[in-house]
């Protein structure tokens, strides 16, 4: 799998409207759902967890990252290509993006659907924690 391979699979999901829990390419997908099926979509092993509020707190989306075993933490420094970004709006971080070099690719409630844009200097500063899928070449 390549970072490529990961951001494929992400933009075949654009345009998918956005809906709390969704995990349906096409139909409804909010931004957990878009990760998951990504990772799906490439065979990595995953744990979905549903059932979570509209803004996970306490640290939740954070824990839940931490115990995918086809996830690991990388620094924030070494940010690339295909790496999952997480992000938050207020106190904890509540969202999830896919980084393709300059920009970012989400399931955002915002726009109401999954979408690709720069990602700028306030995308930047929402960032709190960048993931890898295990396995990347």
């Known amino acids: 799998m ?3 391979d990961i951001i494929a699979a992400a933009r075949a999901c654009l345009g998918t ?4 829990q969704g995990r349906i390419p096409g ?3 909010d931004c957990a759902g878009l990760a998951i099926t990504v990772a799906q979509s490439l065979g990595v092993d995953t744990i979905d967890r549903q059932g979570y ?3 996970p707190h306490n640290g939740q989306l954070k824990h839940t ?3 995918q075993p086809g996830l ?9 290509p295909g790496d ?3 992000m938050r709006f207020g106190r904890d971080p509540q969202h999830l993006a896919i980084f393709t070099g300059q920009n970012i690719i989400h399931s955002y409630e915002a726009v109401g659907i999954a979408c690709e844009h720069r990602l700028s200097e306030i995308w930047q500063r929402r960032s709190v924690a960048v993931y890898r899928f295990r ?3």
Do not use: C, I, Y
């Open 2 to 4: 390549t970072a490529d």
């Open 17 to 20: 409207p956005f809906r709390h």
């Open 27 to 29: 139909t409804a997908l």
């Open 53 to 55: 509020g509209t803004s």
């Open 65 to 67: 990252l931490d115990e």
């Open 72 to 80: 690991m933490q990388v620094e924030n420094d070494e940010l690339a």
């Open 84 to 86: 999952l970004l997480l």
């Open 135 to 137: 396995g990347v070449a």
